[in-house]
């Protein structure tokens, strides 16, 4: 059973514009959330992350926000550029000493100049 | 750069065969991870490291073993490799229970199975 989903595989957005990424959740235990961006040939790497107990992180041109009670946070990137094209990993975890985060399925943005 | 590399980077081999990737870290951190990524599934854990010698099991451990016999390497083992397990593979290691910067990865590695 996917605990974190990634419903929409896919998202195109112009240059300059907001885009916005989701995410949903089963698995009221989870303590934090994370956003991860992939290109390539290359491993995941860290974007920005929240914890359960806010509603809202931002960094620069990224912001997170959690709905806890929907069960789904978002991530918003304002503004797009070209440079931000990848795929988008959304992760969480619960408490424990192993963290062992649970990966979304992945959303492929794509932002054209 | 992070101080985590991943050999081989790719890797054909036939099914059947044993094969092992490794995982090599300079960070002297206490968690290894090993995950594959998969179209439609996104990354999902087969292994992990919280110590040497201490190794357990993640959702898709099946057809694979692990050990740790030092604190920088971690090794995954396909005991008999099947086309299932054609895969990217990705090695991770963290600090702590990865809050708040989650983990970091290694660049992969594409494996085929013929």
């Known amino acids: 059973d996917q605990q974190v989903k990634q419903n929409s595989p896919s998202l195109s957005v112009q240059e300059g514009r907001i885009s916005i990424l989701n995410c949903d959740y089963t698995n009221s235990m989870f303590d934090y959330f994370l956003w991860y961006k992939k290109y390539p040939a290359e491993g995941p790497t860290f974007l920005i992350s929240i914890s359960s107990i806010k509603d809202k992180n931002e960094d620069g041109r990224f912001t997170v926000f959690l709905n806890k009670s929907a069960k789904h946070l978002s991530l918003h990137i304002v503004p797009s550029q070209p440079g931000d094209s990848a795929v988008y990993f959304c992760a969480a975890s619960g408490s424990g000493n192993t963290g062992k985060l649970i990966f979304g399925q992945g959303t492929t943005l794509q932002v054209k100049p | 750069d992070a101080g985590i590399t991943q050999s081989p980077r790719h890797k054909v081999t036939e099914t059947g065969t044993p094969v092992t990737l490794r995982c090599h870290q300079t960070?002297?951190?206490?968690?290894m991870y090993w995950y594959r990524q998969d179209p439609g599934h996104g990354l999902r854990l087969i292994h992990y490291?919280?110590?040497?010698?201490?190794?357990d099991k993640g959702e898709v451990s099946d057809g694979y073993s692990v050990s740790r016999s030092k604190t920088e390497d971690f090794l995954l083992t396909l005991e008999s490799a099947t086309s299932s397990q054609t895969s990217v593979y990705f090695c991770?290691?963290?600090?702590?229970?990865?809050?708040?910067?989650?983990?970091?990865f290694g660049s992969g590695t594409r494996l085929t199975v013929v």
């Open positions: 490291s919280y110590g040497v010698k201490d190794t």
């Open positions: 960070e002297n951190h206490r968690y």
């Open positions: 991770a290691i963290s600090e702590g229970n990865g809050w708040p910067h989650g983990y970091t």
